[in-house]
């Protein structure tokens, strides 16, 4: 199944997700309504709340939750964009410009605490504690995550090991979490409840693997924010990792030199891609994510034949060709 015809299978409950939305943001702050509206219609895939419709449905969920905790799900991913970008300085998000460069550090940073707050006192509404567990669990792992990789900042010593534990906390668990829901929703046995968290896991590993190779590799118009990004705001992902274990102390230096800097020349960037090029660190880091890709299909075995699990499969693959 290609992920056009999967988007086209679940565009009514995901026209239902964007309406939720609308719902979701009503408050008599106007600001709040006015900076979630710009974040959320910045043209985001809807790959979170798109699992957790299909996990559902594969485990025989029809009734009413699924739609409004799908929706929650992005809501919770949006609040961390908004805070994300506060912490990074950010400029540009999903190709234009990034909250906090028109309404604010302290409006960005606010309305992404809205939106959290917002998210569980929905999520009560569920009545289902192991899913208000699993998405607090996620949560709480999302803020860890963004605080180890902020103490790893120009960091050149990071392991790929610690380096996939940031992945894991900082993208990864909120996409197994949104699987994981769709389970409890269809009350699934404890074996499928496990099989679609870590198909979820995997493929938010790989999702964060190829935003590593995107972030050197893309153009900004491509990728929707400035390119080499992540090397300027000294995060050092697994291109540069591959590389730096392979490099020599001169290479070392001069790579150190740079993710030190406030600001990169044109020269500095192509320095460090002149070295991840060297080492194959985008062809390594793009094989990492096929083999999660992999393995989250082979999750999938927990359940027999169905059009959602083709789907499942069909978004796991797309996360490999995605330009953005």
Not at 243 to 271: G, I, N, Y
Request: some cysteine.
């Amino acid at each position: 199944m290609e992920i056009s015809a999967v988007f086209q299978l679940m565009e009514p409950d995901l026209r239902r997700v964007e309406q939720q939305f609308e719902e979701n943001l009503r408050s008599e702050v106007e600001l709040i309504p006015t900076i979630g509206r710009y974040i959320l219609q910045s043209g985001g895939k809807r790959v979170r709340p798109l699992l957790l419709l299909l996990s559902s449905r594969l485990c025989g969920y029809r009734g009413d939750l699924a739609v409004p905790l799908a929706s929650i799900v992005e809501f919770i991913h949006t609040a961390t964009l908004l805070h994300d970008d506060v912490v990074d300085h950010a400029n540009l998000r999903r190709g234009q410009r990034a909250a906090n460069t028109i309404w604010g550090n302290g409006a960005s940073v606010l309305v992404g605490d809205f939106l959290f707050t917002k998210s569980f006192s929905l999520m009560v509404s569920s009545g289902d504690i192991r899913i208000l567990k699993a998405m607090s669990d996620a949560t709480t792992k999302m803020a860890e995550g963004e605080v180890l990789q902020l103490l790893k900042t120009c960091d050149l010593e990071i392991s790929e090991e610690e380096y996939l534990e940031v992945v894991v906390n900082k993208t990864a668990v909120l996409i197994a979490a949104a699987c994981q829901i769709g389970a409890l929703l269809g009350k699934a046995p404890e074996p499928q409840v496990d099989a679609l968290h870590r198909f979820g896991l995997d493929v938010g590993i790989a999702f964060q693997l190829m935003d590593d190779c995107l972030d050197y590799v893309a153009t900004a118009e491509e990728f929707g924010k400035a390119v080499c990004a992540d090397l300027e705001e000294g995060k050092i992902t697994l291109p540069l990792i591959h590389a730096l274990r392979q490099s020599t102390d001169a290479e070392r230096e001069t790579v150190r030199s740079v993710v030190e800097k406030d600001s990169l020349s044109p020269e500095d960037v192509e320095a460090v891609l002149a070295l991840i090029r060297k080492y194959q660190g985008i062809e390594f880091t793009r094989e990492q994510a096929r083999a999660r890709v992999e393995g989250a299909v082979a999750r999938l075995s927990a359940f027999g034949p169905a059009t959602e699990r083709s789907a499942l499969e069909a978004v796991a693959s797309y996360v490999l060709s995605r330009t953005r």
